[in-house]
């Protein structure tokens, strides 16, 4: 459960590092970047394994490179459905959801070294 919220926490804050990175993302308020995280998170889980399964041919053909199409469409339409998340222009489209990645792979390897949530007693002895 902590982890779960540690992972929702460092998706809202890597859409914030991605609202100042990027231009044509604009992020209202800390609050809409939780829904758009959870947004974000529905979509990819549910809408993108279809995409990339229907998109096969095209991701075979480009040797992978129709893959960053796919993110972005989902980046995107995890925007529309979030009041005070935007997206506008191809830069952004193509460029949010890769520094997305690597943002929030930063924030969660960091969070995992720390052992943030962690009670002491809880840690397994070896």
Known sequence: MVGNLLTLL???LSLLVVDLA????????FPAAIIAAVSI???????????????????FLTLGLFSLVVNGFCFWLASVFVPGFRVDGLVAFILSPIVLSLVSTFLNKYFA??????????????
């Not at 990027?22 to 308020?29: F, K, L, N, Q, S």
């Not at 070294?113 to 397994?124: I, N, S």
């Open 22 to 29: 990027v231009p044509g993302v604009d992020i209202a308020t």
């Open 113 to 126: 070294e720390r052992q943030v949530g962690v009670l002491p007693e809880a840690k397994p002895e070896v």
């Open 10 to 12: 460092a998706t809202a």
């Open 41 to 59: 998170g529905l979509v990819n889980a549910f809408v993108k394994p279809i995409l990339s399964i229907l998109s096969l041919p095209l991701n």
